[in-house]
């Protein structure tokens, strides 16, 4: 098989952005006059986009939202993270090298992430990441998230590439079975959050290969 397409992941994947979910996550519901969380118990919230991490915090603390007011509750924290900003959110070492060396080998490349369009798009650009990536398929876009293959299909389709010809990298579960089911070739790397269970761990116990230790090693084969 020859790789014409590299699917990313975003957070935990390109970049470790727990800090920045973490202060935003607890800007809003200091607003709500309830507890903070720490970042390990936000780590074990993210990965299925920003409605059920509102889910998940909300049960820990207590809040009762439904239909639209919890549709608000959900504008009301993205705009919380838009207003937090990119500034606590690192760019793992070697990712802008290696997106880099991708597309000047002519190798297409994709986000594919649970994250809404603008904190997405608010990450790339203060990043600098925006420029390299060909396609932005995002949480919010109207396609069934991750772990299902749609977002993924999205992307190969745009791109104009088969799911044969396309690799997934990603942190977690999410994006393993979500590349599964797509019938796409699958990279883990373990420097992400998994919704808090080691991947390493999680792998041998679904049939996934090990996972690399970096993205820039996970991409380095491409190369």
């Not at 409605?51 to 998940?56: H, Y």
């Not at 997405?120 to 299902?148: C, E, Q």
């Not at 979500?178 to 269970?197: D, F, H, P, W």
Request: net charge positive; with cysteine.
């Amino acid at each position: 098989m020859q790789t014409k397409a590299v699917l990313f992941d975003l957070d935990g994947t390109l970049v470790d952005s727990l800090p920045t979910l973490t202060c935003s996550l607890n800007a809003y519901l200091a607003a709500l006059g309830k507890a903070p969380f720490t970042e390990k118990e936000v780590s074990d919230m993210v990965g299925k986009g920003v409605r059920v991490l509102l889910q998940k915090a909300f049960a820990c603390r207590q809040v009762r939202l439904a239909g639209a007011s919890f549709d608000a509750a959900v504008k009301d924290y993205i705009a919380q993270c838009l207003k937090t900003g990119n500034g606590k959110t690192r760019v793992f070492p070697g990712v802008a090298e290696a997106l880099g060396a991708l597309r000047s080998k002519g190798i297409k490349t994709a986000l594919v992430t649970n994250k809404s369009r603008a904190m997405t798009l608010s990450l790339l650009a203060d990043k600098g990441l925006a420029p390299l990536f060909d396609v932005v398929v995002a949480g919010d876009d109207g396609h069934t998230p991750k772990p299902a293959p749609d977002m993924l299909l999205a992307a190969a389709a745009a791109l104009g590439a088969s799911a044969a010809d396309c690799v997934m990298v990603g942190d977690s579960r999410n994006d393993a079975l979500a590349a599964r089911s797509a019938k796409m070739t699958v990279r883990l790397v373990a420097c992400g959050y998994n919704e808090g269970e080691p991947i390493g761990q999680w792998v041998q116990a679904n049939g996934f290969d090990a996972p690399f230790p970096a993205t820039a090693q996970a991409v380095a084969g491409f190369c």
